[in-house]
């Protein structure tokens, strides 16, 4: 499975920006897909992710409410819609997948995905 994210940008606090995640080689409906971030000096996190099914959805706290994972099936990608955006969102935004079935517990573990895409940098002023 290959994976080409995009949409990062420079948004004031309060906006928001949407990131795609295109995938190739594999429906989206075969995965789980996840969007990680990589903040400035500091590990990479889980954001959120979506279930295979395209029916159950996974949110760390500090992004529930404000972002939401969605995709089409269609266009093969995977979408994250970030609202309300602060400063401590920013980072290097990742989209990755799994052929695995992962279950709430297991969809922050980086090493169960077996396709990353590219960063995209977003970055949120005060």
């Known amino acids: 499975v290959q994976l080409q994210a995009s949409g990062g940008g420079l948004v004031q606090a309060g906006e928001s920006l949407s990131l795609s995640c295109a995938a190739s080689g594999r429906a989206v409906t075969d995965l789980y897909t996840t969007w990680f971030r990589q903040p400035p000096g500091k590990e990479r996190e889980f954001v959120g992710g979506?279930?295979?099914?395209?029916?159950?959805?996974y949110y760390r706290d500090s992004v529930k409410g404000r972002f939401t994972v969605s995709r089409d099936n269609a266009k093969n990608t995977v979408y994250l819609q970030m609202n309300s955006l602060k400063p401590e969102d920013t980072a290097i935004y990742y989209c990755a997948a799994s052929l695995r079935t992962l279950t709430a517990p297991l969809m922050s573990d980086m090493s169960l995905y077996d396709s990353w895409g590219q960063g995209t940098q977003v970055t949120v002023s005060s």
């Open positions: 979506l279930s295979r099914s395209g029916t159950t959805t």
